[in-house]
């Protein structure tokens, strides 16, 4: 089962531009991850927000958190081709260990 | 150090067949997990492991699937009678424990014929 919803469900930039995606969950958290995958494989983890924070930073990565909205966002600055992924916000509760996903925002940067 | 590890990448079976998909966890990880992606379901949690406890299993779809976590490390996943839906990519991941970030391998395509 998906935990909530992300969008926009893809995105098209150019290289240089910013881009920012949104993920909305149902239930109480323990922390909010994001993660990329390239080519529909493997999963590559980039930054995991607590409950009890706001806000947190990673090189070009900008993470929100807002609790009372159930809502993050994530930006990512001065975007580069090499950021072209999906990209999924996952949730992880604090009586279990399971990632719920979204359902991923497909990113596009192009040169 | 190496990270997770799947084998084999690409399984093509014949519906009704049983497989076995095996993962290699990063070396002292505690925690396990499988899930499943496909296009019309996404990303779906499975099954995970945690230490000694007992396994959750609350993700698995049906009782043809099952899987085990052998001497703390490796774990297989096992279809029994593929059906069409089981077709997906299978992937694993390990954390160090509960709830850190997971750390994925590369995934098995299974496609049932």
């Known amino acids: 089962s998906q935990q909530g919803e992300e969008d926009p469900q893809a995105l098209s930039i150019q290289e240089g531009e910013n881009a920012t995606m949104n993920c909305s969950y149902k239930?109480?958290?323990?922390?909010l991850q994001w993660y990329r995958q390239n080519s529909g494989r493997g999963l590559v983890h980039l930054i995991l927000?607590?409950?009890?924070?706001r806000e947190k930073h990673s090189g070009r990565l900008r993470v929100t958190l807002d609790t009372s909205k159930k809502s993050s966002s994530l930006l990512i600055t001065a975007s580069r081709a090499a950021d072209t992924a999906s990209y999924f916000c996952?949730?992880?509760?604090?009586?279990?260990?399971?990632?719920?996903f979204g359902q991923g925002t497909t990113l596009q940067v192009k040169p | 150090g190496a990270g997770v590890s799947q084998s084999p990448s690409n399984k093509v079976t014949e519906k009704g067949k049983d497989v076995e998909l095996r993962c290699d966890p990063i070396?002292?990880?505690?925690?396990l997990y499988w899930y499943r992606q496909s296009l019309g379901q996404g990303l779906e949690f499975l099954i995970y492991?945690?230490?000694?406890?007992?396994?959750?299993k609350s993700g698995l779809p049906s009782d043809r699937f099952s899987a085990e976590r052998t001497g703390g490390s490796v774990s297989t996943l096992t279809i029994q009678r593929t059906q069409q839906e089981d077709s997906a990519v299978y992937l694993c991941?390990?954390?160090?424990?509960?709830?850190?970030?997971?750390?994925f391998g590369p995934g098995t395509r299974l496609t049932v014929t």
């Open positions: 991941a390990s954390s160090p424990q509960v709830p850190y970030e997971q750390y």
């Open positions: 239930t109480s958290i323990n922390n």
């Open positions: 927000i607590r409950s009890n924070e």
């Open positions: 996952a949730t992880l509760s604090s009586n279990t260990g399971k990632l719920i």
């Open positions: 070396s002292g990880h505690t925690a």
């Open positions: 492991f945690q230490g000694n406890s007992a396994p959750d």
